[in-house]
């Protein structure tokens, strides 16, 4: 359908094993940017804006990829989308330096910003968006890694921002407040907090680094 055509392109970095194979007379493993072996796979996805339509459409093994790399094969896959069909309005990615750079080659001077020249008509926008997911991710793992009794985040109050001054205009954001709530409703059929689980409570260090594309899909 022509709805599924209009695409973000999401970019993520799965960490792999770095081993080499070799089976049916070719050999796996390779970086696409070194003579070592991949440490990471960089995964292209791409979501329509307009449908439930998403689809991988490149895996790159890398070893330690550069921007300027990156940047290259990112305008490529979107040219080469471009070319079958697909709208790609604009690119999503976590906050990783690598990415930034590479995303704000799309200038020249390179300058990381939300709107560049899209590579195939200059005259069309094309998007940058730094992955909320990833964002969201990053705050709930700085939440959990507090030390302090009751695991507190705290803030400035934002109606007073220009006027705070001392700590007694900051407020306390409690984890220890969520997983009490928990507690209460877990043998309740109805409850505030109906998507808390331990799984988001308490994940595992592998659970706390789940990828971006995942995520989405």
């Known amino acids: 359908m022509e709805k599924d055509k209009i695409v973000t392109l999401l970019l993520d970095e799965v960490h792999i094993k770095e081993y080499f194979e070799y089976k049916g007379g070719c050999v796996t493993g390779m970086s696409c940017d070194?003579?070592?072996?991949?440490?990471?796979?960089?995964?292209?996805?791409?979501?329509?804006?307009?449908?439930?339509?998403?689809?991988?459409?490149?895996?790159?093994?890398?070893?330690?990829?550069?921007?300027?790399?990156?940047?290259?094969?990112?305008?490529?896959?979107?040219?080469?989308?471009?070319?079958?069909?697909?709208?790609?309005?604009?690119?999503?990615?976590?906050?990783?330096?690598?990415?930034?750079?590479?995303?704000?080659?799309?200038?020249?001077?390179?300058?990381?910003?939300?709107?560049?020249?899209?590579?195939?008509?200059?005259?069309?926008?094309?998007?940058?968006?730094?992955?909320?997911?990833?964002?969201?991710k990053c705050m709930r793992n700085n939440w959990l890694n507090q030390k302090n009794d009751g695991k507190c985040f705290f803030y400035p109050n934002f109606d007073l921002v220009p006027e705070v001054k001392d700590i007694a205009n900051f407020k306390t954001a409690r984890f220890s407040t969520i997983r009490d709530l928990y507690n209460l409703e877990s043998d309740s059929l109805v409850k505030y907090g109906f998507k808390l689980s331990l799984k988001a409570l308490a994940p595992s260090n592998m659970e706390r680094q789940i990828s971006v594309g995942f995520e989405y899909f």
């Open 34 to 136: 070194s003579e070592a072996s991949a440490s990471s796979a960089q995964v292209f996805m791409v979501k329509s804006i307009a449908s439930q339509y998403k689809d991988v459409v490149h895996v790159l093994p890398v070893h330690s990829i550069s921007g300027e790399i990156l940047h290259e094969f990112i305008k490529k896959i979107i040219i080469g989308l471009e070319g079958i069909g697909f709208t790609v309005i604009g690119i999503i990615t976590d906050n990783n330096s690598v990415n930034r750079k590479a995303v704000g080659l799309f200038i020249d001077p390179p300058e990381l910003s939300y709107c560049y020249s899209h590579p195939v008509n200059k005259q069309r926008p094309l998007f940058y968006v730094v992955d909320p997911v990833h964002l969201f």
